[in-house]
């Protein structure tokens, strides 16, 4: 379902609006001094901001400083004026990527607000190279209990997310598709920002994502960008309605920078597919990219696809979107870009083809494995409502496959694996879960955590609805789209 144009987000300050005044303070005040304005509530101008973000990009800033500034916008908030100026002066702290005239039109790119067991990313790069796009995208690393699509990629040895405007340019033109990460070149004040966000409680800041986000996308020329915007209990924005307000200011503060965003809302309460950690969730993409795998990923995968070729005006409609990625997914198209994307990004050309051609359990022994497994046991006869995602993902952190500070090494092979899907009757006694770990066997905190991650009803079983709730849309996109 289609909804409408974005207005002005409540948890945003009022009095901002593209196209506004110039900024009427041109010369920067000290970094001590923009804490304070923020502080007591006041707007940054373009200069202030420049100011702030140039200090973070030269190291001038001192740590505790960014963190006052980072907690002083989530409490007090920045109008969209203000936001869309932070999200020029993070893509200014790096290059601008260029490509050549013929690929205009072409070139699109999704990114996602973090979830848990979201491997979308590894999938439908290649897929939508398989369509025809150049997807330049510039991803990120596990925040707060969410994972990270880089270190995902990671988990497949020689994989090398460090790639310069140059290499892109070359990937793109040999395989159509890249994921790397942000770097000394490619909005490097993201990078710390991100990273410090994430160990002061500021990461739940609407105008601090969107620049975020838009800022890795501003630089990347784009023609297209589809933000997967996730709401629920581990979700990085709980509430549906939060997630509508960021929504909102990504289509409108990306309108203001000339780039065509839409913003799916999708959920994000139990894990998408059924497989959660870094290693595990390269498996299940390939299966995914094999044109199987579960269901609930192949249907995002398809319909968040299929918005962006008809964002891009390269379908009639989402539907017909969808189709050609599932196409690119059961014809082997897309697998075929996966591992050419691989072996261009440092995997070894025979390991690439193997992981691509093998089969699961071939899979599963050239990726990274875990020492031990252990399985947890349904408590009782019933109809699964819901596998909450947030236990589990807090728990495998516990366990290495997250962080608690940044930078810290995660292990690869550990995660978790479902071995029900919602919808589904279980027995008292049988296995629902298999845990994959290199450290002792399971405290009884963690099996209790882990145990009250299972939500049993009386129901009968029933189909998993679609994870995908609705699409918000830039306000000259239409006509309205047929499918949900
Ligand atoms: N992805 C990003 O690139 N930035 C963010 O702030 C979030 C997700 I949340």
Redesign the pocket.
Known sequence: MAAPGPAVPRGFLPGGGSGGAPDPLPEPKPLLELIRLKRDGGRLGEADVRAFVGAVADGSAQGAQIGAMLMAIRLRGMDMEETAALTRALAESGQQLEWPEAWQGQLVDK????GVGDKVSLVLAPALAACGCKVPMIS?RG?GHTGGTLDKLESIPGFTVIQSPEQMRKLLEQVGCCIVGQSEKLVPA?GIL?AA?DVTAT?DSLP??TA??LS?KAVEGLSALVVDVKFGEAA?LPSQAQARELAAALVGVGAGLGLRVAAALTAMDTPVGRSVGHALEVEEALLCLDGAGPPDLRDLVTRLGGALLWLNRQAEAQAEGAARVAAALDDGSARGRFERMLAAQGVDPGLARALCSGSPARRRELLPRAREREELRAPADGTVEHIRALPLALVLRELGAGRSRAGEPIRPGVGAELLVGVGQRLRCGAPWLRVHRDGPALSGPQRRVLQGALVLSDRAPFAAPSLFAELVLPPAHGPTDTQK
């Open positions: 990114h996602s607000t973090g990120g925040l993201d991100y966000r990461v601090l994502i975020s986000i890795k990085v």
